[in-house]
């Protein structure tokens, strides 16, 4: 039996050859990367575009929103619109959830910034199409505006859209079938078109003809899409009146009542508002389904953060449903603070149908997701599907 060793010079030779490489995303095809980041959340994409210029690259790239569509694993995010009266333009967020929380790590969410559109206009006539926002006329320098820009929330970039026929100075607008029904905002003169309707696919706009000069001269304070038809509610001669268009007969009917008073959202064929008493301090829900109000339960744990941390008369908030959750999100106000900051509040609520038909909400956290400067205002909170 031969046991005599290996030379050292066929020794080194071997143990010298360096190891085979392990695969890495790099060496894969382009389209099995998108596939393979396209079935991510989407809250973990900041952490994934800083790994490497290709992956930074595909998560701004439409392909990957394509992706994301034909699987079906589109999420709804919630965008913020924050305007500091010392800077000319108002600046857009996007809530970011922390999606590796834990008892021990607290931050739970953050508004991120994204590219700032350079638009000065502070409408908070906003309207969401696809994965596009549509900032709707003005005030633009405390004037009204015709203008109209486009935030597109997959590559956070900004684009022009053809402008209105009139200056509008905070118009209503409602999206039905991929068009934009936008309706007063102007001066309500006689050769104004007072309604107007863009359609998304054409780029065109078109007036709307009116069915009395009473809608003119009236405060027309909420619009809604029911159904298919656009439901707009009106104070005329100190009573509230209701008006719905169908766009598909192109007609209009008076309607009796108010659907939904006060509704500022719907959710799985609910609609949730603010009580009236948050206006004094108090962070009540209420939920209807289109009869009287009632209180969404569970919540006092809400109402005590909502005080604690600057909920008060002079606070501005807003509801939005997101994603199957509401968000509350509350812009606080203090009297005296040294250093002349405060911050934004945001609440994740999940509600459930009990036995009985009562609503609870469960909350899942409330945390300062933002530190700005005293003077600024919470303008717009709508959720996105990307």
Request: one cysteine or more; hydrophobic letters at 35%.
């Amino acid at each position: 039996m031969n046991l005599e060793a290996e030379p050292p010079e066929k020794m080194k030779t071997k143990n010298s050859s360096p190891p085979p490489s392990a695969p890495s995303f790099s060496s894969l095809p382009e389209e099995i990367t998108v596939n393979f980041l396209a079935r991510i959340s989407r809250p973990y994409y900041p952490l994934i575009s800083v790994v490497s210029k290709t992956f930074h690259s595909i998560l701004s790239s439409t392909e990957l929103y394509a992706a994301r569509s034909h699987l079906g694993s589109t999420e709804q995010c919630l965008y913020v619109c924050l305007w500091d009266k010392n800077n000319q333009f108002p600046q857009w967020f996007t809530l970011w959830i922390n999606p590796n929380r834990t008892m021990k790590k607290k931050t739970t969410g953050l508004l991120v910034p994204i590219a700032s559109s350079n638009f000065p206009s502070v409408s908070n006539s906003t309207i969401v199409v696809g994965s596009d926002i549509y900032v709707i006329g003005g005030p633009i320098d405390n004037e009204p505006s015709s203008a109209v820009r486009i935030l597109d929330c997959r590559s956070h970039t900004w684009r022009e859209a053809p402008s209105m026929n009139v200056a509008r100075w905070n118009p209503l607008a409602r999206v039905y079938d991929g068009k934009i029904y936008v309706m007063a905002g102007c001066r309500g003169e006689e050769d104004e078109s007072w309604a107007e309707v863009f359609d998304t696919k054409t780029q065109t706009w078109e007036q709307i003809c009116i069915p009395n000069t009473e809608l003119r001269n009236s405060f027309i304070y909420r619009i809604r899409e029911i159904k298919g038809k656009i439901h707009f509610e009106y104070y005329f001669q100190h009573s509230i009146k209701m008006y719905a268009y169908d766009p598909k007969q192109g007609k209009w009917e008076f309607c009796n009542g108010v659907v939904v008073p006060g509704a500022e959202c719907v959710m799985d064929g609910v609609w949730y508002k603010r009580n009236d008493l948050i206006r004094r301090g108090y962070c009540d829900l209420q939920w209807s389904t289109g009869g009287s109000w009632r209180d969404v339960k569970g919540l006092e744990s809400l109402e005590d953060k909502y005080r604690m941390n600057d909920g008060s008369v002079c606070a501005i908030s807003k509801l939005v449903s997101c994603g199957g959750k509401l968000y509350l999100i509350w812009d606080p106000y203090k009297k005296q603070n040294p250093d002349d900051t405060k911050k934004i509040w945001c609440a994740e609520i999940v509600v459930e149908k009990r036995v009985g038909g009562e609503v609870w909400g469960n909350v899942q956290w409330v945390d300062a997701v933002l530190s700005v400067p005293q003077n600024c205002q919470l303008l717009n909170c709508i959720a996105v599907s990307v």
